[in-house]
């Protein structure tokens, strides 16, 4: 039973210093970020065992993990209130071609970021060809043409 008490701290935790680091820094990961993540699933390993090192607690830890992740989505699902909490909900950074720089700095998003999505997905060039840019739930950002 403490192994599972363990994943659900170790679990809780992750989930909270993720949703802290914000939507983007998973979505943008470079070679520091993995190196980062190596050393955070190493860390938590002593946390997760203890000093049981047998295969059985290795497997009711990794299930105890992924059966938490599939309550964590089905209670998103199921109470909105729940999926803004663990998940995020979508931003609108640029209404009508204008950029939304207080939503920008809170979420450390540039200019440079938008412009290449837009470019990416629509060919777009310039800021005032843009309608609407969002940033989704996933971290990527959508953009909405004016269509001229």
């Given at each position: 039973?403490?192994?599972?008490?363990?994943?659900?701290?170790?679990?809780l935790?992750?989930?909270?210093?993720?949703?802290a680091?914000?939507?983007?820094?998973?979505?943008s990961?470079?070679?520091?970020?993995?190196?980062?993540?190596?050393?955070?699933?190493?860390?938590?390993?002593?946390a997760?065992?203890g000093?049981?090192?047998s295969l059985?607690?290795?497997?009711?830890?990794?299930?105890?993990?992924?059966?938490?992740?599939r309550?964590?989505?089905?209670?998103?699902?199921?109470?909105?209130?729940?999926?803004?909490?663990?998940?995020?909900?979508?931003?609108?950074?640029v209404d009508?071609g204008r950029?939304?720089?207080?939503?920008?700095?809170?979420?450390?998003?540039?200019e440079?970021?938008i412009?290449?999505a837009?470019?990416?997905?629509?060919g777009?060039?310039?800021?005032?060809?843009?309608?609407y840019?969002?940033?989704?739930?996933?971290?990527?950002?959508?953009v909405?043409?004016?269509?001229?």
């Open positions: 039973m403490e192994s599972v008490v363990r994943a659900l701290v170790v679990y935790f992750i989930l909270l210093l993720l949703r680091g914000g939507k983007r820094s998973l979505s990961i470079n070679t520091f970020d993995l190196v980062l993540l190596l050393i955070i699933s190493e860390a938590t390993q002593q997760l065992l000093d049981d090192f059985t607690t290795a497997a009711l830890v990794v299930t105890t993990l992924v059966a938490v992740d309550l964590t989505d089905y209670l998103g699902f199921r109470f909105p209130a729940f999926s803004r909490i663990t998940d995020s909900t979508p931003v609108v950074v009508d950029l939304l720089t207080d939503r920008l700095k809170q979420l450390h998003i540039t440079s970021d412009l290449q837009a470019r990416q997905s629509q777009l060039e310039r800021m005032d060809q843009i309608r840019a969002v940033l989704e739930k996933t971290g990527k950002i959508s909405v043409s004016r269509g001229q």
